[in-house]
């Protein structure tokens, strides 16, 4: 799984082979089964994770219901909304397929942007990438209906029609369940 590591970083920067070695040598990278729960609500994360394989959840429980905040995949990022305050964690981090992830502190990321600035620099662009498609999925979901959510989905993230199930995607969009059924069935049906 250091392949892929190093491919996602290769993609940001210039790796040397000193920095391949270090990132080699330092490289947390962990196995998760399908269901492992990785952050509880009301737990401080300590961790961030970078997926390499598999696929992880977000969600909070909200008057007894789950609500899908966000699916990870494949070199995709996971930093708790908490993870810099040091603060109880309002939602939930769940592996739905056994997964691995590089899985670092904020302690070794200070080491790392110590030791390499520009680790420090592809962070900080990361995150404003990270903000921006943020900042466009949430501007899109407040313009859109909710079939134009589903639509954009099967656009934008047409694998996690196969890897999540049903009611958590439904979450993902803001519906029931039986609302995304009727809009799939609508749309068979044109």
């Not at 466009?136 to 407040?142: G, P, T």
Request: overall charge negative.
């Amino acid at each position: 799984m250091n392949n892929e590591l190093l491919n996602f970083l290769s993609k940001h920067i210039e790796v040397s082979k000193e920095l391949e070695t270090i990132i080699v040598q330092s490289s947390n990278i962990k196995k998760y089964k399908k269901g492992t729960i990785l952050l509880k609500e009301g737990n401080v994360s300590t961790e961030s994770f970078l997926v390499l394989k598999g696929c992880i959840r977000s969600y909070l429980i909200k008057n007894g219901e789950e609500k899908t905040l966000e699916f990870y995949t494949e070199e995709e990022p996971i930093i708790s909304m908490t993870y810099e305050k040091k603060e109880p964690s309002p939602h939930y981090l769940e592996c739905i397929e056994d997964t691995i992830a590089n899985v670092n502190s904020s302690e070794y990321e200070e080491e790392m942007f110590q030791k390499f600035p520009q680790f420090e620099s592809v962070c900080r662009i990361m995150s404003e990438v990270m903000l921006a498609n943020f900042q466009e999925k949430f501007n899109n979901y407040k313009m859109a209906t909710a079939e134009d959510r589903y639509l954009n989905l099967l656009q934008t993230r047409p694998d996690l029609i196969q890897r999540a199930p049903q009611y958590q995607i439904a979450s993902y969009l803001g519906l029931t369940p039986q609302s995304l059924s009727r809009i799939r069935k609508r749309l068979t049906n044109k």
